[in-house]
């Protein structure tokens, strides 16, 4: 190498010259400490701050991730690194990694090339012959945070999905042994680094280390050289991001999936999930996270959330008092004339007998009643009260006939676009919510399979149905 070093962007690294089978000397990659400019604030740029200070009270948060497909916590509670909700904060020390040292090696030797399990590394197979290898250094300017299913220490959220049924978006988190067989995700699935200064910057990356901390790409992975001789590539399945086309919170609008690689670039879809061509390079887009980009890991959709955003959304304490409220309007149900009440939010998936129930494909709110059910769509069920495989009712009020469910409020607040009242709901699943956040669900497709989208609830990733995919609720009484 010459006297004069030489700068290369981080993330990305320098391939040496492959036409040997023995290694040639390790490159040094030296890291520009300055790779571009300052990305934009992820939310508000008034921060007053570099860092946490000691007169701190708080530390610095960077974001919040929030699992699509739940609705305030796991089926059978949050538990530790297994959750729906995870918030990412400064840590007190420095964990981030750089590319420092490249290796061109022989294949047979990589196991003996990567035997310092005190460096990270990634690790590419060319051929049977050939391999690269990427040494990553210590970078004491970001934090570094690992997701996938594995539930080994160096991932921070375990996040595994689980066997979705028909109709439903195949995304959750794995909830004690609910876990699928043949999960599609990643064990270690991407990894988020953190600016530790402002404005905090938080950027994605498709895999994370394992327990050697060594990122392996085999000889069938996607993987390529750059036009400049760098190196990059995909993992199995990929690791798509979607960012907002504009405000998340103010004019809420679907923007373009995409595929983030291991060194952060981004791509166009492939054909299928796991294709072995790569899409078309987008040089104009980032793989910068903002508030309301998507992180879908081929099993579970994950939501990025800033702390200027979550600002809009209500709290729990919040959502709870627009409960009580709607519950102290006192609803009727138009033919019973019973008083309707949402149970509490602790509350879920058991049904209360005074809970709200909904005609989905017009809007009127009944107490539940076992009756309406259109003959003519089967036959009579059992005691004749109900026609065999059909949930199809006849509105009382309107004649309309469709799905009839109970409505749900939505007690995930990081799902909320705005703090608005709950007057409207998803269809056909019933989850209750401000008319702002089910217009703006209702516009995102959410992968789904190998190459399907569709629009899905996000408090319970049911598919969406319908014109619009919600309904303006219909209450009798004052509330309306």
Request: proline residues 8%; charged residues 20%.
């Amino acid at each position: 190498m010459s006297s004069e070093p030489q700068l290369w962007p981080v993330g990305m690294v320098l391939e040496g010259s492959s036409e040997a089978l023995c290694p040639p000397p390790s490159l040094e990659l030296r890291p520009s400490c300055n790779k571009s400019q300052p990305s934009p604030p992820l939310g508000s740029s008034s921060q007053p701050h570099d860092g946490v200070f000691p007169e701190d009270k708080e530390p610095v948060k960077y974001g919040e991730l929030v699992v699509l497909g739940h609705n305030g916590s796991l089926a059978n509670g949050d538990k530790g690194r297994r959750r729906s909700r995870l918030a990412l904060y400064k840590r007190p020390k420095a964990n981030g990694v750089k590319p420092d040292v490249i290796h061109n090696v022989s294949t047979p030797l990589v196991s003996k090339a990567l035997s310092n399990k005190s460096q990270h590394s990634i690790s590419y197979t060319l051929s049977r012959s050939h391999s690269v290898i990427v040494e990553y250094t210590h970078d004491t300017n970001t934090d570094m945070f690992q997701i996938g299913r594995s539930t080994e220490s160096m991932i921070d959220f375990v996040v595994t999905d689980t066997a979705g049924s028909s109709g439903q978006v195949g995304g959750a988190v794995g909830e004690g042994g609910g876990q699928s067989i043949q999960s599609t995700i990643s064990r270690y699935a991407c990894r988020i680094m953190c600016e530790r200064s402002a404005p905090y910057t938080a950027r994605i990356y498709a895999a994370g280390f394992d327990s050697s901390k060594n990122i392996f790409l085999g000889e069938r992975a996607a993987k390529w050289r750059t036009s400049d001789g760098l190196m990059d590539g995909l993992t199995t399945n990929g690791v798509l991001v979607m960012h907002p086309a504009g405000e998340f919170v103010s004019e809420p609008a679907p923007g373009v999936w995409r595929e983030i690689s291991v060194c952060g670039n981004v791509f166009a879809l492939r054909e299928t999930r796991s294709a072995q061509q790569r899409g078309k390079l987008v040089e104009n887009e980032s793989n910068t996270l903002q508030d309301g980009s998507l992180i879908d890991l081929c099993g579970a959709t994950l939501l990025w959330r800033t702390p200027t955003g979550l600002r809009h959304t209500p709290t729990l304490k919040q959502l709870e008092c627009l409960r009580q409220e709607l519950n102290a309007a006192r609803p009727q149900c138009p033919v019973g004339f019973n008083t309707l009440a949402f149970p509490s939010l602790a509350q879920r998936e058991i049904v209360d007998k005074k809970q709200p129930w909904v005609y989905v494909n017009c809007g009127h709110v009944h107490g539940y009643h076992n009756w309406g059910y259109r003959k003519e769509k089967g036959p009579p069920g059992p005691g004749g009260t109900a026609p065999a495989g059909t949930g199809e009712r006849e509105c009382p009020m309107c004649r309309r006939v469709g799905p009839y469910v109970p409505l749900w409020l939505g007690c995930e607040g990081g799902l909320y676009l705005d703090a608005g009242p709950p007057t409207h709901a998803f269809c056909p699943c019933g989850h209750v919510c401000s008319e702002k956040t089910v217009a703006g669900w209702s516009q995102i497709p959410l992968p789904h399979g190998t190459h399907a989208f569709h629009a899905a609830c996000p408090f319970c990733g049911t598919w969406l149905t319908g014109e619009q995919g919600h309904i303006k609720l219909i209450f009798q009484g004052p509330v309306d």
